[in-house]
């Protein structure tokens, strides 16, 4: 998505998504990272818009049999890659990935790319208490390994 040099002097920024359908990837998945890119650097967001050019950002793709992420409390469960779920220890917005799958995902996607300094970005779709204007409803921070 933005590569602003080798990753020996920038930090890269791995957005990786859950829930989302194969005919969702190149549409609702690309607007919503591009829509959270666009915030992290082009909102006014101090001090992220004078360090944007020491991030590289990538995407990753991953296709779930079906769209959102579970939500317990609601009784709302769907089959998706990388097991996500709301409600995580009561928590309602506080988003869980199988982290071991998700490395698994970015690792095999960004082969031959070696990232020096790597934090992912998980988000899932949302199905059930979204914001309507559709942009990621929760995100979740890592350090990849």
Wanted: hydrophobic residues 35%; negative net charge; proline residues 4%.
């Amino acid at each position: 998505m933005i590569n602003n040099g080798a990753s020996s002097n920038r930090v890269d920024m791995i957005f990786i998504g859950d829930g989302y359908q194969a005919f969702e990837i190149e549409t609702t998945y690309d607007g919503h990272v591009s829509a959270t890119v666009d915030s992290f650097f082009n909102s006014g967001l101090n001090p992220l818009p004078r360090y944007q050019n020491f991030f590289n950002v990538h995407r990753v793709n991953v296709i779930s049999n079906e769209s959102g992420a579970d939500d317990p409390a609601n009784s709302f469960v769907v089959d998706t890659a990388l097991d996500a779920t709301y409600n995580t220890g009561g928590t309602d917005r506080c988003l869980y990935f199988d982290t071991g799958k998700a490395n698994i995902a970015v690792n095999t996607a960004l082969a031959g790319t070696a990232p020096i300094r790597r934090y992912c970005i998980s988000a899932a779709m949302c199905r059930t208490r979204c914001w309507s204007w559709g942009t990621i409803r929760s995100i979740r921070l890592w350090p990849m390994p």
